[in-house]
């Protein structure tokens, strides 16, 4: 039971509440099994109420990795609409500017490079960042006025897939973004309309891709309530090791592994960067190694 549950979240559930429905499927296992141990449950990014799609959660010791997909890159498809801006930039927010220009999927194609490649962006007053200890969404609920800096972000690949519409005049397009961590696609859109010399605002967000995890792995929040009734929620976990694909392996022996799980350094294997130390099958530790000293990032009670 340490490994990832990798979940295809539903319209209007939070994150938060993502996790605490994993815990409550967990307890429903415990309790049928008759079992006592309980264990850490994480997310590894946060995923709007108003998006759908893949929220990779963490069970038990792969708790530790959680933080590694906060930095991970991200792909979403969403739905621009066009003519309506709203406070939140989505469809649950209030509308707060309104333009009667279309663009043509022309223009839309042609806009596109403009927001591919290193950008900066102000994120959404309706957001979770901290300014001067609270949190920007409550600030703008309370009608108080809320400057977002500008931030550095890296939109890696931004693709034309769909459009809808009569004519030239596009009602709504539907992009796909390959975007790095702290990407706020409600702001991309945002800008997007701007620059065509429009507004517009969210209406469809569905994350297809977080870090190595894509929506072939993802499983729905019923197949999860019933695998718990079933005893059988530990068949749909993906293993810790998921999480760490791009790292590569470094075989240890057992007296080394012993020793990296009591925090001591290794010394004699010639190795460079970021490894995944294992002993066979098991994983015991991240490991940073520099000439010839292996030290432990994060190690594994496994």
């Known amino acids: 039971m340490h490994g990832w549950i990798i979940l295809d979240k539903p319209h209007g559930l939070g994150s938060t509440q ?8 967990l307890r429903t296992q415990r309790e049928i099994s008759g079992g006592t141990q309980k264990w850490k449950v994480g997310h590894g990014g946060t995923l709007d109420p108003l998006a759908t799609g893949v929220l990779p959660i963490a069970v038990g010791e792969a708790t530790k990795l959680a933080g590694r997909m906060l930095d991970s890159d991200k792909i979403y498809d ?21 333009s009667d220009h279309r663009p043509t999927p ?8 403009r927001f591919t490649g290193p950008i900066e962006q102000a994120p959404p007053a309706y957001s979770a960042i901290l300014i001067d200890g609270q949190r920007a969404y409550d600030l703008a609920r309370k009608g108080e006025a809320v400057e977002m800096k500008m931030r550095a972000v890296t939109i890696h690949a931004l693709d034309f897939v769909g459009q809808d519409g009569t004519g030239d005049a596009l009602a709504s397009v539907t992009l796909a973004a390959h975007v790095s961590k702290g990407t706020y696609i409600r702001s991309l859109a945002r800008d997007i309309a701007l620059a065509l010399g429009t507004v517009g605002h969210v209406t469809m967000l569905r994350r297809v891709k977080a870090g190595p995890f894509s929506l072939q792995s993802a499983i729905s929040l019923d197949k999860l309530d019933e695998a718990a009734r079933g005893g059988g929620i530990v068949q749909l ?13 470094l075989p240890v022996t057992p007296d080394e592994a ?3 799980r009591q925090g001591k350094a290794l010394v004699g294997k010639p190795h460079t960067g970021l490894l995944l130390a294992m002993e066979g099958e098991t994983p015991v530790a991240l490991v940073q190694a520099s000439g010839p000293d292996i030290r432990v990032v994060r190690g594994f009670n496994l």
């Open 106 to 113: 022309a223009d839309v194609e042609a806009i596109l490079p």
């Open 237 to 249: 976990m993906l293993p810790l090791t998921a999480g760490l694909d791009d790292i590569p392996a």
């Open 78 to 98: 969403f739905t621009l609409a066009f003519g309506v801006q709203t406070d939140t930039l989505d469809l649950e927010g209030k509308p707060v500017a309104h």
């Open 258 to 260: 012993l020793a990296l």
């Open 18 to 25: 993502a996790v605490s429905a994993v815990k409550r499927a």
